[in-house]
């Protein structure tokens, strides 16, 4: 299977794994992510990750909150 064939492709064995419609995964970035940029890439099919390396307990806890009143997808 190619690269090609893979991201035209409804399903494969990474988008089964992780549950999502694209093999798309955003970076984590400490300090740049956003929950509305977790939250897009989330709605779009792929797998949105927040960077909390850099958070408070408190602000990880709001950012989460605010990603799962905004994002369409199920979470695990």
């Known amino acids: 299977m190619n690269?090609?064939?893979?991201?035209?492709?409804?399903?494969?064995?990474?988008?089964d794994m992780l549950n999502i419609?694209?093999?798309?995964?955003?970076?984590?970035?400490?300090?740049?992510?956003t929950p509305e940029l977790v939250a897009a890439v989330s709605n779009a099919g792929g797998l949105g990750i927040l960077?909390?390396?850099?958070?408070?307990?408190?602000?990880l806890l709001d950012a989460v909150?605010?990603?799962?009143?905004?994002?369409?997808t199920i979470w695990r």
């Open 3 to 15: 690269l090609r064939s893979i991201l035209v492709s409804s399903s494969n064995p990474l988008c």
């Open 21 to 33: 419609r694209y093999p798309i995964i955003q970076a984590g970035m400490a300090g740049q992510t």
């Open 51 to 59: 960077g909390a390396t850099r958070m408070t307990p408190e602000k």
């Open 65 to 72: 909150k605010k990603i799962k009143a905004i994002t369409k």
